[in-house]
């Protein structure tokens, strides 16, 4: 129980870093990303991009550094590209979920042995075995407790990141069609 209590906190604290990090103006971004679009500044598109680490601006920057190609080559690397950068930003987020899935059985494997221990007690001396058998259920029943103390905090980390991958997976798409429909329009004219 305890570590995976600490290896589920070790995650949430390196996830939070790398989500913090990624972090950035998003409509800002896209606004000047649609202004260089519209006057064909592919190069200076490819600089604002770069200039973050993050999904969004990852993915649309390899498809826009294949501009060349025509829009269905750069639909097809976006998608590609937006798979790739997604596991980045999933990585150990089902350690999380297996944790919140698994650490409440856990806790019950502990409270079904503690109570077993407990009836093997009341098979003995029954006037004696009283104060062994409370401090037995005592003692399973924190099992139970711990189990839940490893799993809820992992569960609310999953799934708050992955709201974030979520929105970040949104916002890519967001940004690729732009970059989809500024490149359908200059093959048009």
Do not use: C, W
């Not at 202004?35 to 826009?64: I, R, S």
């Not at 989809?180 to 329009?185: G, I, Q, R």
């Amino acid at each position: 129980g305890i570590a995976l209590s600490v290896a589920s906190v070790g995650i949430m604290i390196e996830r939070a870093i790398f989500f913090r990090r990624r972090r950035f103006d998003f409509d800002d971004v896209r606004q000047q990303l649609h202004h260089h679009l519209e006057e064909g500044d592919y190069e200076g598109a490819a600089t604002l991009l770069a200039a973050h680490d993050a999904l969004e601006t990852n993915v649309v920057l390899f498809g826009l550094r294949e501009h060349d190609k025509g829009p269905e080559a750069v639909e097809d690397l976006l998608l590609g590209a937006s798979q790739k950068e997604k596991e980045r930003y999933d990585r150990r987020l089902s350690f999380l979920a297996t944790v919140a899935s698994n650490a409440p059985f856990v806790g019950l494997f502990g409270t079904v042995l503690g109570i077993i221990h407990a009836f093997k007690e009341l098979s003995g001396n029954m006037a004696e075995a009283s104060s062994r058998v409370m401090g037995g259920i005592a003692e399973a029943l924190i099992a139970t407790a711990v189990g839940l103390l490893v799993a809820i905090p992992a569960l609310v980390a999953f799934n708050y990141f992955k709201s974030r991958v979520k929105a970040a997976t949104t916002n890519t798409q967001l940004l690729s069609r732009m970059l989809l429909a500024e490149l359908k329009a200059s093959d048009v004219a």
